[in-house]
């Protein structure tokens, strides 16, 4: 593919990942409102720990979406499975919109809260292992890293168009009509995006490398391939849980840990977040090109370490005196860590994973590191400050994340090293399967 081509499929690919993680991520942002319109509750706390949860039920099924829709990806091709998840994101972010409160339909109203979060995670899980994919196939030699971190740089920009519209509304909207109807403003503003999206994909072209291999024609070969490849999928999810943990932390949890644990204002807190994603928009290319010349292991080692170090101190210096200028150096120092980590991360992702079950493969580890941890990380980080009354105890949730990080990475590039390659596949099809 001519490199004016593979920019302009990388373009389509990544605006639509744009959707999908504004769709997603806007949930969290506005969590305190859908807390009251959907999960009232005498005490305040119940009311947002419920609605976070509710945020994070949306991990529990991208495990289910990287096996389902990773397999349709794996058989079927990159651009149909894409063009599938973005209906699907599209369809669960309308409904939870246009949903009806508590104090108009009663139970129903959380119930089906849960359904919409619960498709949207269907959606992505298996979104961000089909771009990563796409983008590696369609890459130019030697600059694979700097391609596929766009996958990573479209979310971003999702964030600061997110961040731009909330302090937009926060100084249009007085802070009570903003908690009672004022959030569900940019999730419909989001899934007015959708038709247009849709074309852009619709003008995807299906990657040479999927066109030219043998493709299962099961699902169930699919997901024997990944059954033997178990070790390799479980140091993925440890690879991967350093990166969702620190994203969630500094995106999604930082409006309201801005607001609610530090209590300074709207504005400060997502002034914040707009700062943190134009820094890792700037920072994962650069990094992802990085790593294309020095290796993905230095980045890798270095960031996840970093991470391990600092993570604590950093909030207990933050929470000793809450500022926005001290909130705003925390949240840059974590986007420097996240950016360098994750600019090598998802390459290297892609490039362990046998060719067969690429993508799924790719979507089940990242769904299951973000599912088990990363998109609990601003349930968890409420939870242990409640319990513990320590402002700065989500540092030890993002070190735990640093060290599992840290601990694949040492493994998977030891016998990459050895094996002149990332991670040998116990084999392509299962055995005894007839090959032609």
Known sequence: ?????????????????????????????????????????????????????????????????????????????????????LTLM?????????????????????????????VQGLSAGVEIGGVSVYLAEIATPGRKGFYVSWQSGSQQAAVIFAAVFGLVLASWLPPDQMLDWGWRVPILAGSMLVPFLLLLRRGLAETDDFLARRRPERNHEIWRTLAANWRLVGLGMMLTTATTVTFYLITAYMPTFGTTIL??????????????????????????????????????????????????PALSWLA???????????????????????????????????????????????SLATGVFGGFT????TWLIHETGNRAMPGLWLSLAALMGLTATLVLTRVAHQRREAIEPVHEFPVGHRQE
């Open 90 to 118: 599209a369809i669960g972010t309308l409904s939870i919109g246009c949903l009806p409160g508590y104090r108009t339909i009663g139970l129903l109203a959380p119930l089906l809260v849960v359904v919409g979060r619960l």
């Open 1 to 85: 593919m001519p490199r004016r081509s593979v920019i302009g499929q990388a373009v389509r690919v990544s605006v639509g990942n744009f959707l999908e993680m504004y769709d997603f991520m806007v949930f969290g942002y506005y969590a305190t409102g859908i807390a009251r319109a959907f999960f009232p509750s005498q005490s305040d706390y119940a009311s947002l720990m419920l609605s976070l949860a509710t945020f994070g039920s949306g991990y529990l099924m991208r495990p289910l979406g990287a096996l389902v829709l990773g397999a349709y990806i794996d058989r079927h091709g990159r651009r149909k499975g894409l063009l599938l998840t």
């Open 378 to 381: 601003p349930t968890v980080s």
């Open 263 to 312: 209590h300074l204002s709207t504005r400060d807190s997502m002034l914040v977040t707009l700062c943190v994603g134009v820094s890792n928009m700037i920072l994962l290319p650069v990094m992802g090109a990085v790593s294309d010349r020095v290796g993905r292991r230095p980045l890798l080692i270095a960031a996840s370490s970093a991470a391990l170090i600092t993570a604590y």
């Open 320 to 366: 000793a005196a809450p500022s926005f200028g001290r909130l705003l150096a925390i949240a840059l120092w974590f986007s420097a860590i996240f950016g360098s980590y994750n600019g090598a991360m998802v390459v290297f992702l892609t490039e362990i994973m046998p060719a067969s079950v690429r993508a799924s493969g790719f979507s089940l580890a990242y």
